[in-house]
């Protein structure tokens, strides 16, 4: 058993291995000057890191980034939730099938080809607005404001990812013990506190691991934003993965790009690192 798991873990260590030493190598370019005006770097400290400080697309990248990042985890956790109970009260093993492969269906979509079809939708003429006036209804100025530009790529995100939470909500539910389910039943529960009371209270794995990849996929986001403002250097829809692709090929400042990178990657690990000992205290260790 032990040899078998040291061959298991082989492929893990060696592409772990890589990724740790992109990592430093990174962390080291950063604390240099290479630039474009500086082909011949030179150590420099965290001086990189204090001209992140200093420029205004920076702070206007991070205010981007969480309220993407806040309205995805929080939206697709809510509709992931009550639509994968949805589906786990289906009778019918079928449908239940269908229905979530609509639900993940747009996962599958490349999010380059996401972005240019929410674009259609929200161009006034031919999309959702032209729908909307057809029906007599008032029209949605999805650009017309940052709030609204904003707004609007949230609404992308929960449909491109909110398949993901339906999936792992899901899964959870059907691990469920069946004999609990039973025995709530035989006690007169209804639908919701069979929900509240015993899938929720049981799937807890559900949303540490529906947290975390939501998280993930909102906070490195890039396609998206990038298409659907048509630069990297959107004063609406700048994220910091966009930021950090505008300073390494517009700007040409290596070390400042390496430098925002590094931080991206400690952001992301100090969020992801605490979920991980979790799902290892509650299911590896405890058993």
């Not at 390496?258 to 100090?270: H, Q």
Request: glycine share 4%; net charge positive; charged share 5%.
């Amino acid at each position: 058993m032990i040899r078998q798991s040291l061959i298991m873990a082989i492929p893990t260590l060696f592409f772990g291995g890589i990724i740790v030493f992109l990592l430093i190598w990174n962390f080291v370019i950063s604390l240099e000057n290479w630039s474009l005006f500086n082909p011949f770097p030179k150590f420099t400290g965290l001086l990189s890191y204090l001209y992140l400080f200093t420029q205004n697309f920076f702070y206007a990248s991070i205010e981007h980034t969480i309220l993407f990042t806040v309205g995805l985890v929080a939206i697709g956790n809510i509709l992931g939730l009550l639509l994968a109970a949805l589906l786990y009260f289906l009778p019918n093993n079928t449908q239940r099938a269908i229905y979530l492969s609509i639900f993940i269906y747009p996962i599958a979509i490349p999010p380059t080809a996401t972005a240019l079809v929410w674009l259609w939708l929200f161009n006034p003429q031919i999309g959702i607005d032209w729908l909307l006036s057809k029906l007599y209804l008032p029209s949605i100025p999805w650009f017309a404001t940052p709030l609204n530009t904003q707004l609007a790529l949230v609404l992308v995100e929960v449909w491109a990812y909110t398949g993901l939470a339906v999936l792992f909500y899901l899964a959870s539910f059907l691990s469920v013990d069946r004999s609990i389910i039973e025995a709530a039943r035989l006690d007169g529960a209804s639908s919701m506190n069979l929900l509240f009371r015993v899938l929720l209270p049981n799937s807890m794995n559900g949303f540490i691991i529906t947290t975390a990849l939501l998280f993930l996929f909102s906070f490195r986001i890039f396609d998206i934003p990038f298409i659907m403002s048509g630069s990297a250097t959107s004063p609406t829809l700048m994220t910091l993965v966009t930021y950090i692709y505008y300073l390494f090929a517009y700007s040409e400042y290596f070390s400042v790009a390496a430098a925002l990178a590094t931080l991206v990657a400690v952001i992301a690990a100090i969020v992801i690192i605490p979920y991980a000992l979790l799902g290892l205290k509650r299911w590896v260790f405890r058993r």
